[in-house]
Antibody, heavy 116, light 113 residues
Framework: EVQLVESGGGLVQPGGSLRLSCAAS????????MHWVRQAPGKGLVWVSH????????NYADSVKGRFTISRDDAENTLYLQMNSLRAEDTAVYYC?????????WGQGTLVTVSS | DIVMTQSPDSLAVSLGEGATINCKSS????????????LAWYQQKPGQPPKVLIY???TRESGVPDRFSGSGSGTDFTLTISSLQAEDVALYYC?????????FGQGTKVEIK
């Protein structure tokens, strides 16, 4: 069974940093592109970033470009999202997602709250 | 960026009746290299992550009831629930995976009338 378990969320002050992790199991992690998608409270879904199977290709939403970095550790079956210079508008549940073109498996999400 | 626009924002349907959600993309999501529409539909229930229902615009994900169907091509797409069940109350999103940034529609809330 595919499992994606996010961790690392919490309360952080504006301008601060946070690193999210996503532990993957139940599939061959290294053979899938992986994504982060976020959802602000009561709002819709917003794609944040993705990373290719070998990590050589990464893309970001304009709203996070230059502040967030996606990475992966295939030996540890873990996806990461390093988030710097956090803003109030980054407050959201962050989902780790496996894709086969479309977004076919989602984690339960981890809540990031940016507030003073 | 490709803008995805869903209609309506919400709809209330009687149990057993049909429901139709439309999704329009600002540019075609039909890729000529594979002749596939890069369009998916997701269902999200309160407190849960989204779950894929339909991909390639009309392929039903394994385990999804056959009352859910997708159609359309190019820029205009439809998700149809043929006979609404109580467990179908949820938010529904379309999403294009034709080009980054992958974008979602604003969501359509389906309720029981």
């Amino acid at each position: 069974e595919v499992q994606l378990v996010e961790s690392g969320g919490g309360l952080v002050q504006p301008g601060g940093s946070l690193r999210l992790s996503c532990a993957a199991s139940g599939f061959t992690f290294s053979t899938y592109w992986m994504h982060w998608v976020r959802q602000a409270p009561g709002k819709g879904l917003v794609w944040v970033s993705h990373i290719s199977t070998d990590g050589s290709v990464t893309n970001y939403a304009d709203s996070v470009k230059g502040r967030f970095t996606i990475s992966r550790d295939d030996a540890e079956n873990t996806l990461y999202l390093q988030m710097n210079s956090l803003r109030a508008e980054d407050t959201a549940v962050y989902y780790c997602v496996r894709s086969s073109w479309y977004l076919n498996n989602w984690g339960q999400g981890t809540l990031v709250t940016v507030s003073s | 960026d490709i803008v995805m626009t869903q209609s309506p924002d919400s709809l209330a349907v009687s149990l057993g009746e049909g429901a139709t959600i439309n999704c329009k993309s600002s540019q075609s999501v039909l890729r000529s290299s594979n002749n596939k529409n890069h369009l998916a539909w997701y269902q999200q229930k309160p407190g849960q992550p989204p779950k894929v229902l339909i991909y390639w615009a009309s392929t039903r994900e394994s385990g999804v009831p056959d009352r859910f169907s997708g159609s359309g091509s190019g820029t205009d797409f439809t998700l149809t629930i043929s006979s609404l069940q109580a467990e179908d109350v949820a938010l529904y999103y379309c999403q294009q995976y034709y080009s980054t940034p992958y974008t979602f529609g604003q969501g359509t809330k389906v309720e029981i009338k």
